[in-house]
């Protein structure tokens, strides 16, 4: 696509239910993320592909969170028994590369998907 | 902790100002730093991206410096217009391929 794709955009969920949220990269970028940006807060860091594979986990906030990229593109972020804490904008971003392959790293986001917590 | 820290949080200034926002960061050691914009209610739109060999990036009425030294960057806006009103964030990329924000700094442009 010409741009990266988040859905869905808006998502309000009782607590304790599960909910995905799914990015579709721009074509051909190989480097995906996902952030977390709470009202009023910075953007806060959950995870990184590089393909298929997660080489950092570490910005997930819990073992409730989990992601998983198939076949190089499209990526799920499924959230566990959701908590009120969890309501917050969920963005994804892609990038050609991995940054350090080419030192260039231009990050390009999707619209975000904003998660309600009842 | 590597951290980035906007000033100010907040701007407001008449049409038509030059104007600079601040963005400070504690890990010399970049590969990359980036000024985006964000407007309400959407995603982040890439301005300017500086690699870490360069000084500079220019586009437009916007100017991006880097000064890797001293842990700086600053955004130069020329000429504010009403339209440039949103939230502007720096970010780098660390060694570890890592990109960290910072909080932004929501500017006003008063008509």
């Known amino acids: 696509g010409a741009g990266v794709s988040q859905s869905p955009s808006n998502k309000v969920t009782e607590k304790g239910k599960d909910v995905e949220l799914r990015c579709d990269p721009i074509s051909g970028h190989t480097a995906l993320y996902w952030y977390r940006q709470s009202l009023g807060q910075g953007l806060e860091f959950l995870i990184y592909?590089?393909?298929?594979?997660?080489?950092?986990k570490s910005g997930l906030p819990s073992d409730r969170f989990s992601a998983e990229r198939t076949g190089g593109s499209v990526s799920t972020l499924t959230i566990q028994r959701t908590q009120q804490e969890d309501s917050a904008v969920y963005l994804c971003?892609?990038?050609?590369?991995?940054?350090?392959?080419?030192?260039?790293?231009?990050?390009?986001f999707g619209e975000g998907s904003r998660l309600t917590v009842l | 902790k590597q951290e980035v820290t906007q000033i100010p949080a907040a701007l407001s200034v008449p049409e038509g100002e030059n104007l600079v926002l601040n963005c400070s960061f504690t890990?010399?050691?970049?590969?990359?730093l980036q000024w985006f914009r964000q407007d309400p209610g959407k995603g982040l739109t890439s301005l300017l991206l500086?690699?870490?060999?360069?000084r500079e990036q220019t586009s437009g009425r916007l100017n991006a410096s880097l000064d890797k030294s001293s842990g700086r960057s600053t955004l130069y806006i020329a000429a504010s217009q009403p339209g440039d009103s949103a939230t502007y964030l720096c970010a780098f990329l660390n060694r570890d391929d890592k990109i960290i924000f910072g909080k932004g700094t929501r500017l006003h442009i008063l008509p």
């Open positions: 890990d010399s050691a970049i590969y990359n």
């Open positions: 500086i690699q870490s060999s360069q």
């Open positions: 592909f590089q393909g298929n594979s997660a080489p950092d």
């Open positions: 971003a892609s990038s050609l590369e991995a940054f350090r392959t080419l030192n260039t790293g231009e990050l390009f």
